[in-house]
């Protein structure tokens, strides 16, 4: 994720690290930042459209679209076309392959970023990547490098291990100084949930090797050869028997509850984003913790911040972002999806993609309360009116500027023949089906899904990680009541399709062995995904990922009947479309 902007550092930025009277001093000027800014929201993102516009008036894609360097907000809306990343390729290509002149940005690009779940996105700055985030109270007296000093960006992991470019040495290491540094950490985390816990197991299977480690006071030289990670470290590790012991004892205790708050018995919250689909998390972040607080305190892409949760201690499912003035120019596309998160069966449920794309964006302060909009920015780094791909829901403001839910991304997962399933529709349904698995003490632990369509008719596939805690097996009869919820809470096109048009087949989950969505993770960072911006993709179709699944596959089930369908409703979907 990018860095914060320039000048909200430099009005913070203090190098007193024990002086708490300037770092609240620092916090309260940050606060009067954001009072200021929101309260003036639309005439902020007037002059920051203006000065976007200004800095990049001879930009070749500007010229293109005859921009001719006005940069009032009309003439922005009536000749720049909002636009999506496939429109943008053939630029970012240019750029990337060794084109200097000013494209996008009248800046040099300096580097690139890659979107975590898709394709390649594009950006000025470039921020370190903070695998496992632990901050301590005072971990040293050094400045950190460049860092500016701030008690919330403070780690006990080293620079170098945070920018080591191999995961696997990367996890060990800033493991490996968590632990060492165990009684000063009073924070933990990792960008998204998903980062976290893999974290959690990554510590379950290598914590012999880190009390070996923290005992002699060494670094592990098969596992860690990077030489600048091992010079980092061994600064700071030391042979510390106790510790070693301490850890050991803790580690090898049968159950791994709470064991965030074992290990690191000052820790007052985990610093997580757990929004989106990463709410499926929260139960496995629970119980590490033993119920710490989750604080999502950001909403950031590659390609830009948006906006900051003012309200971090709220609850998971209470998180808004406000988004902040001076971030980007936003505008918002309405969305209108008919019910597409109910389960009941009265649904139109026109999906994400078929909204209509031919709507008036609307400004930052003109959102309404309870809409649901796609997000649209421009921003300083050379993006203009692009797309994100973010469904954002009004959920409040703050002075005039608008807070919202993260509702979903907006990609369709899932589609057979006229039906389009959603990432949050499915998560609701999988959500739904995975309450059968309660009585056995069985957590949904990963899912994924895709559209089988090498048969016809095709149908939905789920592949399932779960974890059975209990002794009594899962009868398959129990999996296949699984299917058949999921298809209940469908939309009714998808009930259709499968009741009336018998265009979809049944519903099929297939159970796969344990560790198999860490293989996908595996996967997807061999290809040059980043361990932070890792998502579990909630839909899978390329080839050799579905291999992947289905090689570990330990059984399978179908739905055993039609879901519930009633052919009155088709008029309304027609009347609704
Ligand atoms: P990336 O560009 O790979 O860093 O990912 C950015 C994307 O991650 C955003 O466009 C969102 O889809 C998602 N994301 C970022 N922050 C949050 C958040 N706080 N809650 C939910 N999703 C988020």
Not at 79 to 108: F, H, W
Not at 324 to 348: D, H, Q, W
């Amino acid at each position: 994720m990018p860095e914060a902007p320039k000048n909200l550092l430099d009005e913070t930025d203090n190098h007193h690290h024990h002086n708490h009277g300037l770092v609240s001093e620092k916090n309260k000027k940050v606060l009067e930042f954001i009072e200021d800014v929101t309260s003036r929201a639309d005439e902020v993102q007037e002059r920051v459209l203006a000065e976007i516009l200004s800095r990049s008036a001879k930009v070749e894609y500007l010229k293109r679209h005859g921009l001719d360097g006005r940069i009032d907000r009309e003439t922005f809306k009536k000749v720049m076309p909002v636009v999506v990343y496939e429109e943008l390729k053939s630029d970012i290509d240019r750029i990337a392959n060794g084109d200097t002149s000013p494209i996008l940005c009248s800046q040099p690009i300096s580097e690139f970023l890659t979107r975590g779940e898709e394709i390649d996105a594009y950006n000025c700055r470039r921020a370190g990547e903070e695998i496992v985030a632990l901050q301590s109270i005072d971990a040293s007296d050094e400045p950190v490098c460049s860092r500016p000093y701030d008690p919330y960006t403070n780690y006990t992991s080293p620079n170098e291990t945070i920018l080591c470019p191999d995961s696997y040495q990367s996890m060990y290491s800033q493991l490996l100084c968590g632990l060492y540094q165990n009684s000063e950490v009073l924070r933990v985390g990792a960008v998204f949930a998903s980062g976290f816990i893999r974290a959690i197991r990554f510590l379950e299977k290598h914590w012999p090797f880190l009390c070996n480690d923290i005992q002699n006071g060494t670094i592990n030289p098969q596992i860690i050869t990077n030489p600048s990670v091992r010079e980092a470290v061994l600064k700071i590790i030391k042979p510390n028997p106790e510790l070693a012991g301490f850890v050991e004892t803790e580690c090898r205790k049968g159950s791994w509850k709470g064991i965030i708050t074992r290990l690191w018995p000052n820790t007052k919250y985990v610093d997580v984003i757990v929004t989106g689909t990463m709410s499926q998390y929260i139960p496995t972040l629970d119980f590490y913790s033993n119920g710490l607080p989750l604080v999502c305190t950001m909403y950031a892409s590659s390609e830009c911040y948006f906006g900051l949760n003012l309200n971090p201690l709220c609850k998971p499912n209470e998180v808004s972002y406000t988004l902040i003035p001076t971030m980007a120019y936003f505008e918002f596309l309405p969305v209108n999806r008919k019910n597409g998160l109910s389960n009941s069966i009265s649904t139109g449920a026109k999906s994400l993609n078929e909204m209509q794309d031919d709507q008036q964006l609307v400004d930052l302060v003109d959102v309404k309360l309870g809409q649901e909009y796609e997000l649209v920015v421009t921003t300083y780094a050379g993006l203009y009116r692009y797309r994100v791909g973010d469904i954002l829901k009004v959920a409040g403001f703050r002075n005039k500027a608008p807070q919202f839910n993260f509702v979903c991304r907006k990609n369709v997962a899932l589609s057979i023949d006229s039906d389009k399933t959603d990432e949050d529709e499915l998560q609701n349904a999988v959500k739904n089906a995975a309450n059968h698995l309660s009585p056995f003490d069985a957590t949904l632990i990963e899912y994924t899904s895709y559209a089988d369509t090498s048969n016809i008719p095709g149908h939905y596939v789920l592949f399932w990680e779960i974890t059975l805690s209990g002794a009594t097996p899962i009868p398959p009869s129990v999996f296949e009541d699984c299917c058949l919820t999921i298809e209940e809470s469908l939309n009714s096109v998808y009930r259709q399709g499968r009741v009336s048009d018998k265009s979809i087949g049944p519903l099929e989950i297939k159970v796969v062995e344990s560790g198999a969505f860490d293989k996908l993770m595996d996967y997807a960072l061999n290809q040059g995904a980043s361990i932070n911006q890792y998502k579990t993709p909630r839909c899978v179709k390329y080839a050799p990922i579905i291999e992947l699944l289905n090689s570990r596959v330990v059984s399978n089930y179908f739905s055993p009947k039609c879901p519930k369908w009633v052919p009155g409703h088709k008029q309304w979907s027609c009347v609704d479309n």
